[in-house]
């Protein structure tokens, strides 16, 4: 089991080499906040995970959580504002990069930002079982190197730097659903790290005097972070619930419409559903089918067909050797 000092030198920011840290911390900061912006501006995920190995982010969480149980408000303090201003400088970063690239990064456009708009449960659940790992790890000489692992595991810097992209992009609600997930991860890790820290206080030796002098209120803090998890659970909940519903309405209207199609000789170029109506695009030589048979058949299914949408595109083909030359 690591000591209180190793802990400590392992996740605050203090001592003779505070300056040496803080400067390490800043470099892979703008680096990894560089690094995710243009993973998402190129809908690259091997990109992205590179700026998850590299962020730094982790290290000042976990050490408000270890400040929390130790009741050392200095460091508190200190991490808390490492979080908050390299939270604000990965925006910042998101949103320069966004202003050299033509086209607006949007979620109908870019799959690294479609899937960091709209968190679940159970990216909540994923992020609270990431604290427990990176706690066990900080008191854990033999799992401590399971942290680079850790820091792929949950997501921090690129929701980040989604949220400065995409509101350079203008797309304001997109922006506060990354926002949401990075709260949510922060949030998750803070709780969970702090219900494995807490017990442990009562057997740590080498304690700081400070630090020992200093009544240690943890259970106060986990308090007001799981007030705020339940908080967060709810537009997660949300969000969980019109999943599953489009999930379910796309199944659906999948059901009912190949068969549709594939009698009329037409086919499904694409299916979108977004907060419960369906948009099916098909394609196919004219004329155009009728939408009798479609539309008996998503009742049948269960769907309301005023809730789905239907876009033809007619398909024609030339012989460009039975056209007249100009």
Same mark, same amino acid.
């Given at each position: 089991?690591?000591?209180?000092?190793?802990?400590?030198?392992?996740?605050?920011?203090?001592?003779?080499?505070?300056?040496?840290?803080?400067?390490?911390?800043?470099?892979l900061?703008?680096?990894?906040?560089?690094?995710?912006?243009?993973?998402?501006?190129?809908?690259?995920?091997?990109?992205?995970?590179?700026?998850?190995?590299?962020?730094?982010?982790?290290?000042?969480?976990?050490?408000?959580?270890?400040?929390?149980?130790?009741?050392?408000?200095?460091?508190?303090?200190?991490c808390?504002?490492?979080?908050?201003? %390299? +939270? !604000?400088?990965?925006? #910042?970063?998101?949103?320069?990069?966004? &202003?050299?690239?033509?086209?607006? @990064?949007? $979620? =109908?456009?870019?799959?690294?930002?479609?899937?960091?708009?709209?968190?679940?449960?159970?990216?909540?659940?994923?992020?609270?079982?990431?604290?427990?790992?990176?706690?066990?790890?900080?008191?854990?000489?033999?799992?401590?190197?399971?942290?680079?692992?850790?820091?792929?595991?949950i997501?921090?810097?690129?929701?980040?730097?989604?949220?400065?992209?995409?509101?350079?992009?203008?797309?304001?609600?997109?922006?506060? %659903? +990354? !926002?949401?997930?990075? #709260?949510?991860?922060?949030?998750?890790? &803070?709780?969970?790290?702090?219900? @494995?820290? $807490? =017990?442990?206080?009562?057997?740590?030796e080498?304690?700081?005097?400070?630090?020992?002098?200093?009544?240690?209120?943890?259970?106060?803090?986990?308090?007001?972070?799981?007030?705020?998890?339940?908080?967060?659970?709810?537009?997660?909940?949300s969000?969980?619930?019109?999943?599953?519903?489009?999930?379910?309405?796309?199944?659906?209207?999948?059901?009912?419409?190949?068969?549709w199609?594939?009698?009329?000789?037409?086919?499904?170029?694409?299916?979108?559903?977004?907060?419960?109506?369906?948009?099916?695009?098909?394609?196919?030589?004219?004329?155009?089918?009728?939408?009798?048979?479609?539309?008996?058949?998503?009742?049948?299914?269960?769907?309301?067909?005023a809730?789905?949408?239907?876009?033809?595109i007619p398909?024609?083909?030339?012989?460009?050797?039975?056209?007249?030359?100009?």
């Amino acid at each position: 089991m690591n000591t209180v000092a190793a802990m400590r030198d392992s996740v605050f920011f203090e001592g003779p080499d505070a300056r040496h840290r803080d400067s390490r911390f800043w470099m892979l900061l703008v680096l990894a906040s560089i690094i995710a912006s243009a993973g998402v501006v190129g809908d690259s995920t091997a990109t992205v995970i590179g700026a998850m190995i590299v962020a730094p982010l982790m290290t000042p969480i976990l050490g408000v959580v270890l400040a929390t149980v130790l009741g050392s408000r200095r460091n508190l303090v200190r991490c808390w504002v490492l979080v908050i201003t %390299g +939270a !604000l400088c990965a925006v #910042a970063i998101g949103y320069l990069v966004g &202003l050299f690239v033509q086209s607006p @990064v949007i $979620a =109908p456009m870019n799959s690294q930002v479609s899937g960091r708009i709209s968190p679940h449960l159970i990216d909540l659940l994923a992020a609270l079982a990431t604290g427990v790992v990176g706690a066990v790890a900080l008191v854990r000489k033999d799992i401590s190197d399971t942290l680079p692992g850790v820091a792929i595991a949950i997501s921090l810097v690129p929701p980040l730097s989604v949220v400065g992209l995409t509101m350079e992009s203008g797309a304001w609600d997109q922006a506060g %659903g +990354a !926002l949401l997930l990075f #709260a949510t991860n922060v949030a998750a890790i &803070l709780g969970s790290g702090i219900v @494995v820290l $807490a =017990p442990l206080r009562a057997k740590w030796e080498g304690i700081a005097a400070e630090d020992a002098a200093t009544p240690a209120r943890p259970y106060r803090a986990l308090i007001s972070i799981i007030v705020s998890l339940a908080i967060i659970a709810i537009p997660l909940a949300s969000t969980s619930v019109r999943f599953t519903t489009d999930a379910m309405l796309e199944s659906r209207v999948r059901a009912a419409a190949e068969p549709w199609a594939e009698q009329a000789g037409w086919q499904i170029d694409a299916l979108t559903v977004s907060g419960g109506r369906a948009e099916l695009t098909l394609t196919g030589a004219p004329p155009l089918p009728g939408t009798d048979g479609l539309v008996q058949t998503l009742q049948d299914s269960g769907v309301d067909p005023a809730d789905v949408d239907v876009e033809f595109i007619p398909a024609y083909r030339v012989n460009l050797g039975d056209e007249p030359s100009d």
